[in-house]
């Protein structure tokens, strides 16, 4: 999948304790079918609780399973993700593992997981609301699947309440938006990114190509424009 190249995945997770809503209404019967939360072990916080994950990580997510070649405790991956997730709901390399696991297959809930793709993040979002991460993921994976309005949802929950000052954040959120051809909303977020020293320039570059980059005082300009034609009220014959 193209979210597994995404530059999130290549920096640190940052922790942002803000909480936010659960799903969304149109969500709610998913949720029903999603199962509680508890575990024999866990759940954790793959972000916090790092010395609890290697006893899970070791035995159940080898590169292996990762890649999808074999599982550990059977044949197939399968029932060693679903493990990993009822025991670290938020670990985003296993979320990604068991997404692609079902476009592998072509199915919504591949063998050897006990729920649909969609349920695994709806348990990870309501283990950790304050995940953007997860959140980011999902807004991928919904965006793959062609469903734009609960993309959206998600990106918006991260913009107005979880992204804060975390260049790297806005910046996946401006690829994001790119992706579901919000362009302006796209641009918004580079310039932010831009503005708290983010270094990448490939959504730019993105931009650029699509006819839709302005440099960001440009941009400034363009947008206060109207206000101020509005502001100077008609012109005197």
Known sequence: MPSSRLPWLRAPLLALLLATPLLASAQEGVTNLCGQL???Y??????????KLPIVIGAHFTPMV????????????????DYTLRAIPNHPNAL????????????DQPSGSRYTVDCWFDRAIRFRPDDHVVRMLYANFLTEKKRPDEALRQLE????QLAKDNPLTHYNLG?????????????????????????????????????RW????AAAEAASAPAAAAASGPAKP
């Open 38 to 40: 508890g575990n024999a």
């Open 42 to 51: 866990g759940p954790f916080d793959f972000r916090y609780d790092r010395d």
């Open 66 to 81: 990762e890649a999808l070649i074999r599982g550990t405790t059977a044949l197939r991956p399968g029932g060693d993700i």
């Open 96 to 107: 990604l593992a068991m997404a692609k696991l079902a476009d592998r297959e072509r199915t």
């Open 157 to 160: 929950v991260v913009r107005l």
């Open 175 to 211: 690829l994001l938006y790119f992706g579901l051809q919000l362009h302006d909303k796209a641009l918004a977020e580079a310039h932010q990114a831009l503005a708290l020293g983010y270094p990448r320039t490939e959504l730019q570059e993105k931009l650029r190509a699509a006819g």
């Open 214 to 217: 302005k440099e960001p005082d």
